[in-house]
C-alpha cells in the first residue's frame, strides 16, 4: 500500500507543471484522483488521494495536508475490499502514524501543534 501513496506523490509533483493559475486542481488518471493545493497533496474535508478498483468502487482514500497524511476527523488512510467494506485504517496527524486508541488521546489533548 505504501508503493501506490508514493506513486501519487510522484503524479502530484509531475502535474505541479500544469496546475491551475490559482495553485489548485483536481487530477484523475483512471483509476486515481488526487487533489493538489500549491503542488502539495492537499484537501481539508476530504480524501486528498482516491484509488478505484477497475469496478470502480472506492479501493484506498488517503487524506492529506501540505503533502503529509493526516486527519483530525478519524483515519488518514483506509483500505476497503471491492465490496465497500473497510478492511484496515492507519491514523496519523502532521505525517505521524499513530495507533488508534493513541490518535484519539492526541485528539483530545491537541498535543501534535
Known amino acids: 500500500m505504501q508503493y501506490e501513496?508514493?506513486?501519487?506523490i510522484d503524479i502530484a509533483e509531475t502535474m505541479y507543471q500544469r496546475r491551475?493559475?490559482?495553485?489548485?486542481f483536481h487530477y484523475i488518471d483512471g483509476n486515481e484522483?488526487?487533489?493538489v493545493f500549491n503542488g502539495n497533496l492537499h484537501r481539508e474535508d476530504a480524501p486528498a488521494v482516491i484509488w478505484h478498483?477497475?469496478?470502480k468502487t472506492?479501493?484506498?482514500e488517503g487524506y492529506f495536508m501540505n503533502d503529509g497524511r493526516h486527519n483530525e476527523n478519524g483515519p488518514?488512510?483506509?483500505h476497503y475490499n471491492e465490496k465497500g467494506e473497510v478492511e484496515y485504517e492507519q491514523y496519523f496527524l502532521n505525517h505521524i502514524?499513530?495507533?488508534k486508541e493513541n490518535y484519539y488521546k492526541q485528539i483530545q489533548t491537541k498535543l501534535y501543534w
Request: charged share 25%; glycine share 4%; aromatic share 12%.
Open 5 to 8: 501513496l508514493v506513486k501519487c
Open 76 to 78: 488518514a488512510v483506509v
Open 97 to 99: 502514524e499513530y495507533l
Open 58 to 60: 472506492v479501493k484506498q
Open 53 to 55: 478498483y477497475e469496478n
Open 33 to 35: 484522483e488526487a487533489f
Open 20 to 24: 491551475h493559475k490559482l495553485g489548485a
